[in-house]
């Protein structure tokens, strides 16, 4: 499970702790939270955590 957050500023709140309440043997690398405005920068952040996360297994 890998969380993904769009925010105006709230951040991940406690999205983490009730995934993992939902699903307490989900591995949950840390949550990445971009703000809604950031597209471009949004996309390419999002592309670099997908290719560690596949690279790390």
Do not use: C, W
């Not at 939902?22 to 591995?27: F, G, I, L």
């Not at 990445?32 to 592309?47: A, G, H, I, P, S």
């Amino acid at each position: 499970m890998i969380p993904f957050v769009t925010d105006s500023g709230y951040g991940l709140g406690s999205s983490r702790s009730i995934l993992a309440s939902h699903a307490p043997k989900a591995r949950l690398p840390p949550g990445l939270v971009m703000e809604e405005d950031q597209e471009r920068r949004t996309m390419n952040q999002v592309n670099d955590r997908l290719s560690g996360i596949r690279a790390n297994g």
